[in-house]
């Protein structure tokens, strides 16, 4: 693959939790228009670096750039236009539950300062890009597991963003609705043309999406590659995982 | 210093912190746009408009109980004809801005720990930061004022059912005479009675909704931790009353 600029950089991040050490000075790169997944055991930190990308935490030490940005010298009004260029969906779809599905769909437009028509417009082009064309009354407790992901992923795109971040989309959910789900993320990026970066455990799912594949462990990336380097990785611990082993060097 | 002390004299300067840090962006993000009037419009009902009823009931049965506590004490001097100036008095200076305000502080101060903290365990606080809108200003800002305004609107109502309260026991359980108890009612208040009553209630309000919110805000650990931080809303907010109301009333006259 050629090198495509990158989009997002980040050098050295580190950062613990009350004395527990979670990135350790962790390197990677995303480059513009990939779909990058990130692999790796549960409580890992996955989802903590995740959110060291768009700036819901910030590292200890080192770095995160995007778009040749320190997140770092923004203040919190300068991050909060900033984030404009990212969509983030949450493993639970983390919806509004006080509002319907289209109201949660609506409501970046909105904090936007779209008009009316246009809103109601993108709305549904948003649900139909997702499949979840009449749903749209429905409050979130109303939905299935695989139903609010997919508003979630709805309200995501909402604002047509560069990067799209997934946490754990499928996590939870039976392996049809996982499809479905995998087939939804494909999809979305084949008409969006985003960077993607997914954060998952399922490597049926990985393998489906990811043009690369990294593996965090102990707070840093050990390997990363194309699916097929990943495969043929002769690191024990990226064996143990894909291949779902309760023995190896991962469980010592 | 002491193992067990340093740990909670630090927590107790973080939160002190967290308090102004927050008090702080509140006033920083109100001339923003966009201006959610419809939020601040529903936050007031939900705050002010439902707790009428109660925060009514109360007032008069305190207003009750002042005429029969200084009934009994007065006659003792021969001075029952000053019971509607001390009803009258109290009520506007300390016992409606405190009551209503420890009222709201259980209503209101919980459930904005509670919303606040389960919207932050289930992620949507963080969905809210993703959508590039700021959590204080979408949610603590019209609730901040939603409560400044409402808690001296809810006084000015607990102020006037008080007073009746007193006159209803006195009138009708002591047989004190309706014309010169009314008079009485009015002749010793004066206007910085009831102002400063209505200034103190509404830095209560503020003072409410902030430490709702924080708890809220601040939340972890889950269905648990939004348990706590609803119990501690209240907790912390009742006593940011209290003392506060020393100190404001010190200020005040």
């Known amino acids: 693959m050629t090198a495509k600029p990158v989009q997002i950089r980040l050098r050295g991040v580190a950062k613990s939790f009350g004395g527990k050490r979670v990135l350790a000075g962790l390197d990677l790169d995303v480059h513009e228009g990939e779909s990058l997944v990130v692999i790796g055991g549960s409580g890992t930190g996955k989802s903590v670096l995740l959110k060291h990308m768009i700036g819901l935490l910030a590292p200890d030490a080192g770095t995160v750039e995007v778009d040749g940005v320190r997140l770092a010298d923004l203040d919190y009004r300068e991050i909060t236009t900033f984030r404009r260029r990212f969509g983030m969906a949450f493993q639970e779809g983390a919806l509004f539950d006080s509002m319907t599905v289209w109201e949660n769909v609506a409501f970046p437009l909105r904090r936007a300062g779209w008009p009316r028509e246009r809103i109601a417009a993108r709305v549904g082009e948003c649900l139909d890009l997702v499949h979840l064309e009449g749903a749209e009354k429905k409050l979130p407790a109303q939905l299935s597991g695989g139903m609010r992901r997919r508003a979630g992923f709805a309200r995501a795109i909402a604002l047509t963003p560069k990067i799209l971040l997934f946490d754990e989309p499928t996590t939870g959910l039976d392996p049809v609705i996982k499809a479905v789900i995998d087939g939804v993320i494909v999809d979305l990026r084949r008409s969006l043309g985003s960077t993607t970066v997914t954060i998952s455990h399922d490597m049926k799912s990985t393998f489906r999406i990811a043009d690369r594949i990294g593996m965090l462990h102990e707070g840093r990336i050990i390997a990363i590659g194309t699916p097929e380097e990943i495969r043929a990785c002769p690191d024990g611990r990226v064996q143990q995982f894909i291949e779902g082993r309760a023995d190896g060097p991962l469980s010592d | ?253």
């Open chain 2, 1 to 253: 210093m002491s193992g067990w002390l340093r740990p909670r004299i630090e927590a107790f300067f973080v939160e002190v912190g967290r308090f102004f840090v927050l008090l702080w962006r509140v006033f920083a993000w109100t001339p923003r746009p966009p201006y959610d009037f419809r939020q601040l419009g529903t936050q007031m009902v939900r705050i002010g408009v439902d707790s009428v009823p109660v925060v009514l009931l109360t007032a008069l049965f305190t207003g009750g109980v002042m005429a029969l506590q200084t009934f009994a004490t007065l006659k003792r001097f021969n001075a029952e004809g000053y019971v509607g100036s001390l009803v009258a008095i109290s009520m506007v200076r300390e016992l409606a801005p405190v009551l209503s305000a420890l009222i709201l502080a259980g209503r209101c101060g919980s459930a904005m720990g509670a919303e606040l903290g389960t919207m932050r365990v289930t992620e949507q606080i963080d969905a809210l930061e993703v959508l590039a809108t700021d959590p204080v200003h979408y949610l603590m800002v019209p609730r901040a004022w939603a409560a400044t305004l409402m808690l001296p609107a809810l006084v000015i109502l607990a102020n006037g059912i008080g007073i009746a309260g007193g006159y209803v026991v006195s009138v009708g359980l002591f047989g004190a005479n309706p014309v010169t108890y009314m008079a009485n009612t009015f002749q010793f208040m004066d206007w910085n009675d009831v102002s400063s009553g209505l200034v103190k209630s509404a830095v209560f309000g503020l003072l409410i909704a902030i430490v709702g919110c924080q708890k809220g805000f601040y939340t972890t650990g889950g269905a648990e931790g939004v348990g706590r931080s609803t119990t501690r809303a209240v907790v912390l907010a009742s006593i940011t009353i209290l003392v506060s109301d020393f100190f404001l009333t010190k200020l005040l006259y």
